[in-house]
């Protein structure tokens, strides 16, 4: 904290305060000026001239040099054109022309590029200007920050059943009304940081402050921003500051041809397992570029906050690699943890929410880092919310490895159950991270290729399909219920998504057969996907209603090993589940806290969920004053 406290001080001695420093894509790379006429600006430390080239002069390397300023930045100004119009059109492509030290020539593109794209022969991409005559307005503004989370974890460019590369556009008129329907407020965009490698999934980012071209514009991007915020549901993006790509040509690396600049130089500016660069936290430059990353999809782009990849490799040297956490505080605070990093985190955190009062942020990380969602006024990291990453990884292992009597009931609810205390958690049964190739599903974990031959609900379900459709929904409503302060759904899973991820690759033949979203399948009401689909659209409705992940965590007062039963008590709410493989039970008496009447509210053994309809929801429970399991109350049922 108390560095924290220096960092912001240098900001308002050096920069005059964090507003200024955070507006920098205000100053570096290009901007038009009142006149028409173009400022430029690099930092480029290492290099011995910089000039700027492009369709401007005809390509010419040497006509237009920047001019040398203190501290490793660069300067050039063109002037308008005769007739007062800007000196550069939209739309026409720049490089930057480094010469080091050494005598080597390099092309590069600027870090603070906000549009960038590849012709379709080439390999590399070009840095275009991007400055339209009539820009698109955002016109509705930003929905008032959720109390409780529903997460749709979104990739623009699988989001349609075509085997292509999805637009901003379809997303807009096809995606989005889809998760208004299913009852998502919050979408948790994947992959809009421009990236080189489609297969990547986004993680490898060459341009920070440019959308991803593949998918259209970035007035495209706006509109879909601006759609989604005029259906109430807030918009996140992925943000990857947590290491960059490889590339030098079209990405950050070796910008100003030192294996420094932007990074750490190797070994400890590189990350083993991902073959990625790492920055330098501690480089006044790097903080100035990072931090304005973070103000510039805030106000360019009006995203209404983060989730932030890959927080375990920024935190510790170790990068997280080899490391199994058992929570032992000596873990956590050692010099094994980068402090350089952890201040950065401080001061994203602590900027945002300063100027954003309703900005959401979202740590992904495993370790369990303490205090990393408490406010940084505590000495916290001030996230809002972080990953509750040892849910998925227990449903996978209980799939994989257990048959359904041998389900260990009070480990299940442990894992659910085990965070910290006052920090807030998103639960969630999988994510991208499951679905990706050599994994697969949790629906195809349970039904595997039955899915291709079983799903039609004009026959009767054969087993493995009924009970992958049972657990399939009891799965999620357990995690939606006990498993956090937040619920987070991958595109697709919510009607149980056959098969894998997979995307176009030498491996696969440039496929796309794996790198779509088969929306298709919800529309056939002669397969039980839509099934599915209508339960996690209740499942989301009835919590918007009666708001358990914005309660206290639950009171689990009853796990039963030999009649596999669950049942806890969270926001006024009475969740019961039977996960026995083969045995229902009557008049079984469970505790509850608030006495008074009951009456079923969401049952996932509904016929319109695909389930037998064995209990008649016109019944109604009333309490008796006979406490159990630690409640004062308790029914039958």
Sequence with gaps: YEL?????????????????????????????????????????????????TGDFNGWDKFSHPYTKKEFGKWELILPPKHDKSPAVDHNTKFKVVVHTKEGE???????????????????????????????????????????????????????????????????????????????????????????????????????????????????????????????????????????????????????????????????????????????????????????????????????????????TSMLYHHHGIGSGFSGDYSEYFGLQVDEDSLVYLMLANHILHTLYPDCITVAEDVSGMPALCRGVEEGGLGFDYRLAMAIPDKWIQILKELKDEDWNIGNIVYTLTNRRYGEKCIAYAESHDQALVGDKTLAFWLMDKEMYTNMSSINPMTPIIDRGMQLHKMIRLLTHGLGGEGYLNFMGNEFGHPEWLDFPREGNNQSYHYARRQFNLVDMDHLRYCQLYAFDRDMNRTEDKYGWLAAPPAFVSATHEEDKVIVFDRGNVLFIFNFHPSKSFQDYRVAVEVPGKYKIKLDSDQVQYGGHGRLDHNTEFFTEAQPFNGRPNSMQV
Excluded at 12 to 39: C, H, I, M
Excluded at 147 to 172: C, D, M, Q, W
């Design 105 to 311: 020539r390099l092309y590069r593109i600027s870090p603070w590029a906000k549009y960038v794209t590849r012709e379709e022969k080439s390999v590399i991409y070009d840095w275009v200007h991007w400055d339209p005559p009539q820009p698109y307005i955002q016109i509705h503004p930003r929905p008032k920050k959720p109390t409780s989370l529903r997460i749709y974890e979104a990739h623009v460019g699988i989001a349609s059943p075509e085997g292509k590369v999805a637009s901003y556009t379809n997303f807009t008129t096809n995606v989005l009304p889809r998760i208004k329907d299913l009852g998502y407020n919050c979408i948790q965009l994947m992959a809009v940081m421009e990236h080189a490698y489609y297969a990547s999934f986004g993680y490898q980012i060459t341009s920070f402050f440019a959308a991803s071209s593949r998918y259209g514009t970035p007035d495209e991007l706006k509109q879909l921003i601006d759609v989604a915020h005029s259906m109430g549901i807030v918009v996140l993006l992925d943000v990857v500051h947590s290491h960059a790509s490889q590339n030098t040509e079209d990405g950050l690396n070796c910008f100003d041809g030192s294996d420094s600049c932007f990074f750490h130089s190797p070994p400890r500016g590189v990350h083993s397992l991902w073959d990625s660069r790492l920055f330098n936290y501690s480089s006044w430059e790097v903080l100035r570029f990072l931090l304005s990353n973070l103000r510039w999809w805030m106000e360019e782009y009006c995203f209404d906050g983060f989730r932030f990849d890959g927080v």
């Design 4 to 52: 924290l406290q220096k960092q912001l001080f240098q900001l308002e001695e050096a920069e005059g305060g964090f507003d200024q420093f955070t507006r920098s894509y205000k100053s570096f790379g290009v901007q038009r000026q009142p006149d028409n006429s173009l400022f430029f600006k690099e930092w480029a430390p290492a290099a011995e001239a910089l000039f700027l």
